[in-house]
């Protein structure tokens, strides 16, 4: 498992790149982790580390938390995550870890929770048709149809596309391009939208999957070089 970071979405804006294209990109405020404890091999058959991200009061702690962080002689932290290391020697307790994680990474996938739209109908939650608006279709426009069978099996069949909650739920998006990265203010600029209203809270991590795709940078720049070929073979 790779070592992840916890930020927030601030908004969408545009960057320019050298050959003054714009791209829409996500800014994300990243928040700096704190390794709360060091697990080793010996004592759980796995290495790993154990981090804080978001500061919160003492006061909003339950007793067994507030025993945990006094334990750990280390300022109380909102959300704890667990990662799995191939080797501890590099991590000792009140290590930050920020936007460095990142420095070598082009690619990451983010984890966030979707905008809540309420209770929704299958047209606007499933992209149903809905049913005929003449000849006979009386008030159930928009309805689903039918659900279920007769006899046998006699029953609605879980994962049944019905009306329902929409939104609100984890959503994870793989391969993500980092434009730019900003560590003097802990700002991440990533290609595209991210799920998530203003303020979520995003889960980072590197890309997990062996990605051979060029940047939008370097696809310029290898461009550049193909045009500058083509005038030098011309001349």
């Known amino acids: ?86 080797s501890t020697e590099n991590f000792k307790t009140g290590n930050e870890l920020g936007l460095e ?41 928009r309805s689903h149809g039918s659900t279920g069978q007769n006899q046998d099996p006699g029953k609605v069949f879980k994962g049944k596309k019905m009306a329902g909650h929409m939104g609100d739920k984890y959503r994870t998006m793989l391969n993500l391009e980092i434009i730019k ?12 939208s991210i799920p998530g209203s203003k303020n979520t809270t995003v889960y980072l991590r590197g890309s997990i999957k062996n990605i051979s795709r060029k940047t939008t940078l370097e696809k310029y720049k290898e461009k550049l070089k193909k045009t500058e070929a083509a005038k030098g073979k011309k001349k």
Do not use: C
């Open 1 to 86: 498992m790779t070592i992840g970071l916890i930020g927030t979405k601030l908004g969408m804006t545009r960057e320019f790149i050298e050959s003054g294209q714009s791209i829409p990109v996500t800014v994300i405020k990243i928040e700096k982790g704190r390794v709360i404890d060091v697990i080793e091999k010996e004592k759980r058959g796995y290495s790993a580390i154990k981090v804080g991200y978001f500061k919160i009061k003492n006061s909003k702690l339950t007793k067994q938390m507030k025993g945990f962080f006094a334990k750990k002689n280390t300022e109380p932290k909102k959300i704890l995550k667990e990662f799995r290391v191939e």
């Open 181 to 192: 990265s900003d560590i003097d203010n802990n700002l991440l600029y990533i290609k595209g």
């Open 101 to 141: 994680i990142f420095k070598d990474k082009k690619f990451v996938d983010i984890k966030a929770k979707t905008i809540g739209k309420g209770f929704a109908g299958v047209m606007k939650r499933w992209n149903f048709g809905g049913l005929r608006a003449s000849h006979g279709v009386s008030v159930s426009h």
